[in-house]
Nanobody
Framework: EQLVESGGGWVQAGDSLRLACEYS????????MGWFRQAPGKEREFAAA????????YYADSVKGRFIISRDTANNTGFLQMNDLKPDDTAVYYC????????????????????WGQGTQVTVSS
């Protein structure tokens, strides 16, 4: 089973991008989904999370009001709409699956996530 991100690219400050994260596996799983990012020389940091059914969302303060997380539960695909991008948003973006907090709180620490995508680069120029 795996997660595969897509949609990264190079944009200018103020532009928008939409990332996608597709789950594939031999069995259908339900999981909370998170998006993280890692800039060069920095630790991986939380950006947003969404519950398995899409009813709950949680954002880091740094992206709140600019990013929107959503998901297509039928196809187990997640999205991160990123608006008003800033140079500080430049990073590799990863989606991840939290398999063990179904019905529980959305979590913001990488250690809680069990399956990770390979990442997609987002570069924002000023």
């Amino acid at each position: 089973e795996q997660l595969v991100e897509s949609g990264g690219g190079w944009v200018q400050a103020g532009d928008s991008l939409r990332l996608a994260c597709e789950y594939s596996g031999r069995t259908f799983r339900i999981f909370n989904m998170g998006w993280f990012r890692q800039a060069p020389g920095k630790e991986r940091e939380f950006a947003a999370a969404i519950s398995w059914n899409g009813d709950s969302t949680y954002y880091a303060d740094s992206v709140k009001g600019r990013f929107i997380i959503s998901r297509d539960t039928a196809n187990n695909t997640g999205f991160l709409q990123m608006n008003d991008l800033k140079p500080d948003d430049t990073a590799v973006y990863y989606c991840a699956a939290d398999l063990y907090s179904i019905g529980g709180p959305l979590r913001d620490r990488p250690a809680y996530y069990d399956i990770w995508g390979q990442g997609t680069q987002v570069t924002v120029s000023s």
